[in-house]
Structure formats: C-alpha cells, structure tokens
C-alpha cells in the first residue's frame, strides 16, 4: 500500500507538471484549458492501473524469421524505468521496506474511511443544498430564468438540473453588471462545466490521499472559470466592462457552497483571470508555446517510466543467451572442501543452460547475466566462472550469503569416484568412524554450560556455532541430561544422523566428519514423530 501510493502520487506529480505546461501553451494560443486539466485527473487514475496491469503484444518485424515467434506479450511494468521506482525512494534496505509494509493494513483502512467520509460529505451537501435551492424563488433576469437567493451566486447549483443562482444584489445592479453575470453563468450551464466539476470531484473520492490530485482539481476549477472568460468575451461583452463586473463580484462574498461552477475567486485567482483577458501575446509567443509543449510531453513520458511495486526489481539480473560451445566450457565437476574433498558441484547442460547440484542436494538451473557471471532464480545467489579464453573453466566463485567459496575443477576420476564411495556408504547404512563420539562430546559440553570444543570444527562450522550459542546453550539446557545416542542414517549428503536423547526430550542431529575428524557439518532440528 505504501509503495502503490508513492507511486500513484509520483505519477499524478508528474502528470499534473505536464498539465500545467499544455495549460500554458494553450493560453499563449488563446486556446481552452479545461481539458488539459481533465485529462490529467483521468491519466492519474488510469495510468497506474495500465502500466502495472496491462500486457501489450509486440509485432513481428517484417523480412526477419526467428526461430521463436517474432511476436510475444510484453508487460508495460517492465520496461519503465528501474531508477525511478518508489521501493528506491523508502531505501534500497528490504528491511527498511518490510518495515513500511507493515503499515499496509492501517492505511488501507485509513484509505476506506478518508473516501467513505468523502463520499458521506459530499452527499450531505447535496441534500443541504437541495433543501436550500426549494427556498428560493424563481425569477426572471433578462428573459433568463434564474433562483433569487439573499447571499448566495452568481453559481450553477444541481447536478441532474442545474440552473443558474444569483444573489438579490445582482437583481439591483445597473443592466451591464446583469448582462455579464447571466452571460457568465449560462455559459458554465451550455459548457457542462459544473458536470465536469462533479465528475472530477467524485474521481478524487477514490484516491483522497493523493495530494497532486487535489491541486489538479484546483487548477481545472480556475481554467473552467479562465474558459468561461473567454467565450463570454467572445460572445460580444466588452472586455474591459465585463474585468469590472468580475471585481464588483469577487468584492461580495458569497455563501460557501461546495465545489460548484462559481463566478467569484480568490482575489489572486480572480486577478490573473483579468490579466489574462486584458494582456496581450507575447512576442515570441509560438516558439515558447512550442518549447512548453515539449517540456510537457517530457513530463508525460517521465510519468510513463516511473516503475510499478510491481515492475521487476532493480536487483533482478537480465538474462542473456549464450552458444552451446561457451556453455560446455563450463560442464564438469568442482572440488568443495580443503584439503580433502567434502563435496562435489555437478555443473551440466540443460536446454540452453547450464544445471548445478551439489552432492545431496536437489538440482538448480543457472541463467546468464555475462558470458562468465550466472544466477539461480529459486535463491539469492550468483557463480563467477575462472576461465582463460575459449579453454575450460578453471574453477567458479559461489558467491553466496555474503561468503565467497572458490572451487577448483575436479578430476572427472576424482570426483566419480568420491560420489561412488559416499553412494557405496549410504547403501550400507554404515557411520563414518568418530561421528557418534564427535557428537556425544558436543552435547556433553553443552548440557554443562560449556561451550562446544571449537577446536575439533572446521572454521566455518565454528563460526556459525559461536553466533549461535547463546541460544544453543538455552535450548539444548532447558532438556536436560544427555541421555544416551542412537543411529538413524546417512544422509544423501554423507552426513551421520543420530537421535540425541534427553532427560525431557530429543534432538535429530547431522554431523559430518573429514578424514581428520573435524566437524565439517552440522545441523540440529526437531525429530520425527
């Protein structure tokens, strides 16, 4: 919900910049400018919906062949812009995004109260202005039929009959103050302005969090008004006299009604509608015009490559394509362990990639980002291959949970031969020699409250167990005396298996051992019912 806001309020900045350069633009050509308003409310909605939704199909290229179908579905979410993505803006920490996801939930409900409230206010002050609009008379101004109200107008009010309402002041007036303000009104009414206003009203109800919506709202209520200048100006009324009538309106305050078409503004607003009408276009007024006309399409396309929550994320890699010879550079197998062997990565061909698996464990495909940088997509990780030219890899880097893990290439031999002994041991069933010692002695220094013997674990295996110990000590002390060691198995990996009873409970652990009976491998969980 956070970053779905961020983005539909940068979308809606951008746009709303956009409109108000074509709204320039318009007006050095004395054209109308409701509609570059109106279009930006609706592209603020709609945008966002399409680009993060909407898969478009691309065409075939004539007098190309493929060997795949030329043309394929290509979501718009994925070719905006990575740099301009809100997820960036919060932090590039996805620790600090989670954060801000927990408030997803407060502000979707926020969000249906603030539109639900919305919609409740405006309805009330439909039925307010209702009851009002049958209190007032109707009377003729002009041969035009208008409401008589004591402090309220010059305004259109109604949405499915809108009439035009004046203030009795306006009754009073000298004929030429009457003529511009009918004129004004009735023009709003034959424009369909106050629909418009309604419409654009009840859009914001759906997003009334998105402030550039707001303003842009503000800005479509000063060019209808702008609009409705001009045409009445157009229509015969002297310029200068109808600026007058304007002032002597905006100096009557009127009741407050909502947001209706209304004649009067703020004195500022009120004062550049009159500079517009008097002033005269500027010398250059075709090529400013022209150059606002492209810094807002500049805008457009700056809000179209704005990136979804949605659109790929900025650490996802590109994958590329490589040849079959490249690929089979690479096949082969790679040592893990020093000095001995502990494991074996498989590296092979599978389709158009390339497949790793490390011995006991399920195989992954890996997908080029370089000709020698690759990445699984299942988990966070990438391998580097050492390569000279076009000979075959050396070794590969694992670059993996901040650790990088060099493998060496292994002997075909070698490494047939090592997968041949663990497979002939786990057949058997048959420990390794000093498995079960290595993990009564682990236990037994844990149930006194002392550390494990870090000297008989490999640097790593001690590493990960010193992070760990505070709460390894608490878990495996609250069960009591060890108990006794029972055998289960050997693991695909060539880890021992053991069922380590407590005084009040039990533990499955994995333990393996090198040839010089270091701990190489460990790992503790619940055991089976």
Request: proline residues 7%; aromatic residues 6%.
């Amino acid at each position: 919900m956070v970053l779905w806001a961020l983005y539909v309020i940068a979308v809606s900045a951008l746009v709303g910049a956009a409109a108000l350069c074509a709204e320039r633009a318009a007006r050095l050509r004395r054209a109308p400018t409701r509609w570059h308003w109106l279009a930006a409310i609706l592209a603020s909605l709609m945008m966002p919906i399409l680009i993060s939704s909407v898969s478009v199909q691309a065409p075939a290229i004539p007098g190309i062949t493929t060997a795949r179908p030329a043309a394929r579905a290509v979501a718009l979410r994925s070719v905006t812009s990575i740099p301009l993505s809100p997820q960036g803006w919060i932090s590039d920490s996805n620790a600090r995004q989670n954060n801000w996801r927990s408030f997803d939930s407060i502000l979707e409900n926020v969000w249906r109260f603030g539109s639900a409230a919305m919609l409740l206010i405006l309805l009330v002050q439909a039925v307010l202005l209702a009851a009002r609009k049958r209190r007032w008379p109707r009377e003729q101004v002009l041969s035009r039929n208008v409401l008589l109200s004591t402090n309220v107008g010059p305004a259109i009010v109604g949405f499915l009959r809108p009439c035009v309402v004046i203030p009795a002041w306006v009754k009073s007036a000298p004929p030429q103050i009457q003529r511009a303000v009918i004129a004004h009104e009735y023009a709003h009414l034959e424009a369909r302005d106050p629909l418009l206003l309604t419409a654009a009203l009840f859009a914001l109800v759906l997003v009334p969090w998105n402030l550039p919506l707001w303003w842009q709202l503000h800005r479509l209520r000063h060019a209808l008004e702008v609009d409705c200048d001009a045409r009445v100006v157009r229509s015969g009324h002297d310029v200068v006299l109808y600026s007058e009538t304007l002032i002597a309106v905006g100096e009557r305050q009127s009741a407050y009604l909502g947001a209706i078409a209304a004649m009067s503004e703020s004195p500022s607003l009120l004062e550049q509608r009159i500079k517009i009408m008097l002033g005269e276009p500027a010398r250059w007024w075709k090529v400013s015009a022209a150059l606002l006309v492209c810094l807002s399409l500049v805008f457009v396309g700056a809000a179209a490559q704005v990136s979804p929550p949605n659109a790929p994320s900025a650490g996802v890699p590109q994958e590329i394509t490589l040849d079959a010879a490249t690929l089979r550079r690479y096949v082969g197998f790679y040592k893990i362990g020093e000095p001995e062997i502990e494991a074996v990565m498989t590296v092979a061909v599978s389709g158009t990639q390339l497949s790793t698996q490390i011995t006991g464990q399920q195989s992954a495909n890996i997908y080029a980002q370089t000709p020698t940088h690759f990445f699984p997509k299942a988990v966070e990780a990438t391998i580097d291959f050492v390569t000279d030219g076009n000979a075959p890899a050396t070794a590969l880097t694992l670059h993996q949970n901040g650790r990088d893990s060099t493998m060496p290439r292994l002997n075909d031999a070698l490494a047939i031969r090592f997968n041949a002994e663990l497979a002939a041991r786990i057949q058997s069933n048959t420990p390794r020699a000093g498995s079960e010692r290595a993990a009564r002695d682990f236990f037994a220094h844990i149930t006194h409250g002392q550390p494990p013997d870090y000297s008989r674990m490999s640097p790593e295996i001690a590493a990960l167990t010193r992070q760990q110990e505070p709460r390894l000590v608490d878990a495996v002390g609250s069960l009591g005396a060890l108990q006794g060691i029972t055998f289960q198995g050997v693991g695909a990996g060539g880890a021992d298996a053991f069922i380590v009873k407590f005084l009040s409970g039990a533990l499955l652990v994995h333990i393996k051992l090198d040839s010089r009976g270091i701990i190489n491998g460990f790992a503790l969980q619940q055991p089976p019912p």
